[in-house]
């Protein structure tokens, strides 16, 4: 099987494009943030905040997350139930940072995403693929692209979506889960080091597929 991990921050395009070039390759492409925001949104409805004093072991005893795929499009259930929307609004975002930067949560979540590399050919989108979940995977990729332009995206993604947020919210936002995310204890963002720096920054979304699918095969035919 051929795994390819795709990490970088928030908001840098990496699943609009690894999804897009996942499609063109035939691959499946795993959100594994998804996974985590939908931890993040049973603590959300527990109506436990983003300091989690709780007993988090405790809290996922109660909680079972499966991913499905609908016509190659990924969907995650929160106790059987599909949260797949519910997830992706600013509040489940903090609290998916907030909960990611726990050991037991990031254990919890660590076998599932490596069975399903085990089982197809993947595009796997995250923070650790390439340094945790997947060492050994076949290509690595690091996928970043400025703050601005992040924020910049995420902001007319969430308005397309008819979501009420102000541009400022947005860019803070970002800000503090590229902190949270690289200054957490385990498993923090940062490249792998045999991980391939790609930079959105300027691309269209039609030029960021085609570079990173070009650069992939480039790379698969020379293994
Ligand atoms: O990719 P995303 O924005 O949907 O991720 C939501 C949060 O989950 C993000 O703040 C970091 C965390 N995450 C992680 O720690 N490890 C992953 N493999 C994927 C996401």
């Known amino acids: 099987m051929i795994s390819i991990a795709l990490d970088g921050p928030a908001g840098a395009g990496k699943s609009t494009v690894a999804k897009g070039v ?26 436990i905040d983003t300091n989690l004093n709780c007993d988090v072991e405790a809290e996922l005893k109660e909680i079972s997350i499966d991913i499905k795929f609908v016509k190659n499009e990924q969907k995650v259930f929160l106790n059987g139930e599909d949260v797949s929307n519910e997830i992706r609004t600013p509040d489940a975002s903090m609290m998916a ?3 990611s930067a726990k050991p037991p949560v990031r254990a919890f979540l660590l076998e599932m995403q490596r069975k399903l590399a085990r ?5 796997m989108d995250g923070r650790d693929i390439g340094t945790v979940v997947l060492p050994n995977a076949t290509l690595k990729f690091f996928v970043t692209a400025s703050a601005e332009e992040r ?11 008819g979501m009420k947020v102000e541009y ?16 957490r204890e385990i498993a923090p963002l ?13 691309n269209t979304l039609e030029e960021s597929i085609e570079l990173l699918k070009t650069a992939i095969n480039e790379r698969l035919e020379s293994k």
């Open 168 to 183: 400022s919210e947005v860019y803070d936002d970002i800000v503090t889960r590229d902190y949270n995310d690289s200054h």
């Open 119 to 123: 089982e197809n050919n993947v595009l």
């Open 97 to 99: 940072s907030a909960v």
């Open 190 to 202: 940062k490249p792998a080091e045999d991980s391939i720096m790609f930079d959105t920054t300027g």
């Open 151 to 161: 924020a910049n995206r995420r902001y007319k993604e969430l308005i397309e979506k």
């Open 22 to 47: 996942a499609k063109e390759l035939g691959y499946i492409y795993v959100d594994t943030g998804a996974l985590y925001r939908a931890v993040g949104l049973h603590f959300l409805r527990k109506g």
